[in-house]
């Protein structure tokens, strides 16, 4: 296995760059929270509801150096690459082997060169305190380290997919396993008219944002949950604030009483 890592600058890099064989990726389930209050003289408690916090992924491998100069270049620069306050994107990629299924001693040699990696599905912004690096031994001359670090996801505690902007009609091709919040990812549904009506009304499923402006063919209406544009100009005071939340294993069935195009800007699919 291998494992990508992105930068917030768009710089990529492999761990396998600094030499180092990944042998495990495990991630958490993502953590709950709850907010609950205990009364006096009241049994149990009131719940007010919980949330996600943060996801853990542990990721394990293996370096070699020829000598204490090389293991210490490496050793800095998997420091400086892992060590970001400002968090990065990490992908597992995934092997597959092209080999048959084989008795021991069988063949012999070559087995890593037959190999090839595949990103997964999904990726982490996460960041980690301390990677930790520890001498195994000696293994035919050359010195053998192990890494091994928890990586803890920041702001959204899900693997999510590259941020797209795409076009749909009649529903939203949402493919995560929670909830995709406005409000917490961010998406946009942009909606640009070709007819017109006295009011708007846009519905995903059972979520209705509404409109009392007047709507003419063309006009370019912008909703993100918090704002709320047509062409350009805020129209929070006419609409009924309403946010989306795409839901995972349902229709996401768009509804609007104007014809139009629309898109959604900033998709993503989130995964537990």
Known sequence: ???????????????????????EFEESAPSVTRNSKQLDQRNGSIDFGGWHTDKTINVTGYYRADDMDEEEML??????????????????LKTLPHTPVERPGETSGGYY?????????????????????????????????????????????????PPADIDVSSNVPYRGTVP?????QGFTVQLTTTGSASSLSFKIDDTELTSS???????????????????????????????????????????CNVPG????????????
Do not use: W
């Open 1 to 23: 296995m291998d494992l990508l890592v992105e930068k917030l600058d768009g710089s990529r890099y492999y761990l396998s760059q600094y030499k180092v064989l990944i042998t």
């Open 113 to 161: 060169d037959k190999l090839s990696n595949y990103p997964s599905h999904k990726r982490f912004l996460v960041y980690t305190e301390a990677p930790e690096m520890e001498l195994v031994g000696n293994v035919n001359g050359t010195l053998l380290y192990k890494l091994t670090t928890e990586f803890k996801t920041m702001k959204l505690p899900y693997g999510e997919t």
């Open 213 to 255: 402006n007047a709507v003419a063919a063309g006009d370019v209406f912008m909703f993100s949950g918090f704002s709320y544009t047509q062409n350009g100009l805020s129209i929070v005071s006419k609409t009924n604030k309403a946010y989306f939340t795409l839901q995972p294993d349902k229709p996401n069935r768009i509804a």
């Open 261 to 272: 195009t629309i898109r959604i800007l900033g998709f993503q699919n989130l995964y537990a």
């Open 180 to 184: 995709c919040n406005q409000l917490e």
């Open 75 to 92: 050793r800095e620069k998997l420091y400086a690459l892992l060590s970001d306050p400002n968090g990065y994107y990490i992908t597992q």
